[in-house]
Structures are given as structure tokens and as C-alpha cells.
């Protein structure tokens, strides 16, 4: 459960339990450790609260020691899901989460790169095909 299935949409609440349960914390831990309160990573977990600030989000990845590639992901995920200019008919994107355990970062940064240039590829077909 600490990683996000790649066909699944993905669910900030979910992944945020998971990995607080991976480091074998309690709620009020978290709370304590992060400078939040308990009933706000409880809403967060809960499903209440799906737009957690940038800050927020950084203070749990530093705690729940979430890699910065991941952190980045989380960030694009809710700056998606809070833009008000999007066009309502277009389908949410997912976000992939990967776990990257046991990779080098030059190892990470490959990835990132290979993905970059999908990316790109992706964006020239359907210009072409616009």
C-alpha cells in the first residue's frame, strides 16, 4: 500500500496514510513532528482536506522522508487539481508514483529525462494531428 498502483487514480489521502504507516507513526506523531495538529493530518487522511498547501506538503515529505522527486509529483498533482482555469470536460491526469528505492540519483535523474522526452514526443503528435 505505500506505493500508488500505476492504473489506480491516485488518492493524496491514500498514499499520506501509507506513508505515515511506513514509518511506523501515529497521527499525533506526525502532528507533533510536522508543527500541524493531529485533526488536520486526520482530514487530510481522511479525505477532507484534498488541497494541502505547498508548505504543508513539504513538511510531511521531510517527515515521512518522501524523495524530492516525489514531492515534486505531489505538488504538480495538486496544482492541477486546484487550477481553475482547466477545462472541466478535460480527464484528470494521474500521477505516477514510482518507487525508486535502491536507485542512484544520476539513476532517478535518467528517468526523469527519458520521461521529459515522452513528454515531448506526446506533445508533437497531437500538435500534428491538431
Known sequence: MGRVEDRGIFELSTYLKAKRRQNNMTQTELANRTGLTSAY???IENGKRKKPSPAVIKKLAKILSIP???VMRLLEFIAEETDESRNVQEPTKNLQLFDIT???EKDVEHIQEQ???LKIRAERKKTKSD
Open 41 to 43: 493530518i486526520s482530514q
Open 102 to 104: 535502491g536507485l542512484s
Open 68 to 70: 524530492n522527486i516525489e
Open 115 to 117: 520521461i521529459d522526452l
